[in-house]
Structures are given as structure tokens and as C-alpha cells.
């Protein structure tokens, strides 16, 4: 079970990432902030 | 449903927290949820998974048999919610500021989503021992892995506002005292 669990987690991380990096090289110079800043941080 | 009530009653008797915790991060995960929903950022859809796995492990949590005290409890509950504090800035940010803040974020949040699930039924918001301590996975590489995650993503979060810094120092603060707490509860013999 803990396996499934961390594949998945590896994935969404995985794919976040590219999809920030990604985004950067034909984002405009200037953009709004999607944060993640109201996160709980138990 | 009605198995669930039941089990949601017998847990308010026995570890009223854990009902808490499971309904505390249950909100988070519809919020980060719907934020998901409208941008279509993968980085929500992390925070939901997270948020669920932290309510289902709350729920499921073993029972303490040491807890710290009051003045450590206020500080693990102050230090959880001291993200609605950081400052998010109205207008427009430079790129990679923003893209920056965004992998640092997905970071610290990725580590601390490993620790979790690491971690399973032995999660909790004060220090407390359950069972043995978490020596595995993400584990072995920090002794402190939720807090190392979180201290990146805040690390992110100062890049995007510089007013952020004394509510960086705040929370690293209470990281230190959690984490002091913790290394007591978790040194004493059952």
C-alpha cells in the first residue's frame, strides 16, 4: 500500500514540477502568483 | 454511513483530536480541491492527495502515550496555522520569482507528502509518542522531514514578498520548539 502511495506522490510531484518549469519559458515577463501559501502546516 | 457515524462517535470519546485532524485537513483538501479545479495547477491536485491521506491517517491514528505540554501544544497549533499569515502579493510578480516560489513549494511540500505517508497512523500535530519512532524512507535522510519540507516552501514564500521574512522567522521558530518537543517525547521509555 505504502508503495502505490509513494508512486503516486513521486508522479504529482514529478508532473508539478515540469508543469512550474515548464510554464516559465513562455510565461510573459511579469505574471500573477498562484500560491500554495494557505497550506496547513501540520 | 451509518458505520462511519458511529466510528466518528466512538473516536470523539476515545481521541477527540483525531476527529479534528481528520475533518481539519478534509477542508483543506476540498479547498485545495477547488483551487485545482479552476486553475488546473497539478501542484493543488498534490495538496489534495496530501490533505486526504493526512485526514484518513488523523482518523486512523494510534494512540499516544505521552504527550507535550500545553505550552508546546499551542505552539504545534500556531505554527500550523501560521501560513494564512504570509503575505500574497496582489499584482504581478517577475516570472521566475513566481516559478522559483512555485519549485521550491512543490519541493517542501513533495518532502513533507513523503513523510506523511511514511509516518501513517503515527501523524499528529502535538508531540506525542506513537509506537516506535519513524526511522524509514525520507526518514533516514532528515530526522525532521515534515518541517524540513515546510521550511522550503516557505523559503518560497519570502521570494515572492519580502514582508514575508518575520513571519519566516516566527515559523522557524516554532519549528525549533516542535522539534525540541518532539526529541523529548520521543527519547522517553514507554
Same mark, same amino acid.
Given at each position: 500500500?505504502?508503495?502505490?502511495?509513494?508512486?503516486?506522490?513521486?508522479?504529482?510531484?514529478?508532473?508539478?514540477?515540469?508543469?512550474?518549469?515548464?510554464?516559465?519559458?513562455?510565461?510573459?515577463?511579469?505574471?500573477?502568483?498562484?500560491?500554495?501559501?494557505?497550506?496547513?502546516?501540520? | 454511513?451509518?458505520?462511519?457515524?458511529?466510528?466518528?462517535?466512538?473516536?470523539?470519546?476515545?481521541?477527540?483530536?483525531?476527529? %479534528?485532524?481528520?475533518?481539519?485537513?478534509?477542508?483543506?483538501?476540498?479547498?485545495?480541491?477547488?483551487?485545482?479545479?479552476?486553475?488546473?495547477?497539478?501542484?493543488?491536485?498534490?495538496?489534495?492527495?496530501?490533505?486526504?491521506?493526512?485526514?484518513?491517517?488523523?482518523?486512523?491514528?494510534?494512540?499516544?502515550?505521552?504527550?507535550?505540554?500545553?505550552?508546546?501544544?499551542?505552539?504545534?497549533?500556531?505554527?500550523?496555522?501560521?501560513?494564512?499569515?504570509?503575505?500574497?502579493?496582489?499584482?504581478?510578480?517577475?516570472?521566475?520569482?513566481?516559478?522559483?516560489?512555485?519549485?521550491?513549494?512543490?519541493?517542501? %511540500?513533495?518532502?513533507?507528502?513523503?513523510?506523511?505517508?511514511?509516518?501513517?497512523?503515527?501523524?499528529?500535530?502535538?508531540?506525542?509518542?506513537?509506537?516506535?519512532?519513524?526511522?524509514?524512507?525520507?526518514?533516514?535522510?532528515?530526522?525532521?522531514?515534515?518541517?524540513?519540507?515546510?521550511?522550503?516552501?516557505?523559503?518560497?514564500?519570502?521570494?515572492?514578498?519580502?514582508?514575508?521574512?518575520?513571519?519566516?522567522?516566527?515559523?522557524?521558530?516554532?519549528?525549533?520548539?516542535?522539534?525540541?518537543?518532539?526529541?523529548?517525547?520521543?527519547?522517553?521509555?514507554?
Amino acid at each position: 500500500m505504502k508503495r502505490y502511495l509513494y508512486v503516486i506522490a513521486a508522479i504529482l510531484v514529478g508532473v508539478a514540477l515540469v508543469e512550474a518549469v515548464s510554464s516559465f519559458s513562455h510565461a510573459p515577463q511579469e505574471v500573477r502568483v498562484a500560491t500554495t501559501e494557505k497550506e496547513p502546516l501540520t | 454511513m451509518n458505520s462511519l457515524w458511529s466510528a466518528i462517535r466512538s473516536k470523539l470519546k476515545t481521541d477527540p483530536g483525531a476527529v %479534528f485532524g481528520m475533518l481539519y485537513m478534509s477542508i483543506f483538501a476540498i479547498v485545495a480541491g477547488i483551487r485545482f479545479y479552476y486553475s488546473g495547477k497539478i501542484f493543488f491536485f498534490l495538496f489534495v492527495f496530501r490533505d486526504l491521506l493526512l485526514a484518513y491517517f488523523f482518523f486512523t491514528r494510534l494512540p499516544s502515550y505521552k504527550e507535550g505540554n500545553r505550552f508546546e501544544g499551542f505552539i504545534a497549533y500556531l505554527s500550523t496555522a501560521i501560513s494564512i499569515f504570509y503575505i500574497v502579493p496582489e499584482g504581478n510578480v517577475a516570472a521566475w520569482v513566481a516559478v522559483t516560489s512555485e519549485v521550491l513549494s512543490i519541493f517542501g %511540500f513533495g518532502i513533507a507528502t513523503f513523510a506523511a505517508i511514511e509516518l501513517g497512523p503515527r501523524i499528529g500535530i502535538v508531540a506525542a509518542k506513537r509506537g516506535e519512532r519513524c526511522r524509514t524512507g525520507v526518514y533516514r535522510l532528515f530526522r525532521h522531514p515534515m518541517y524540513t519540507g515546510y521550511a522550503f516552501a516557505e523559503l518560497g514564500w519570502i521570494l515572492l514578498d519580502i514582508r514575508n521574512i518575520p513571519i519566516l522567522i516566527l515559523s522557524y521558530s516554532c519549528y525549533l520548539i516542535r522539534i525540541s518537543a518532539e526529541e523529548k517525547v520521543l527519547s522517553t521509555q514507554r
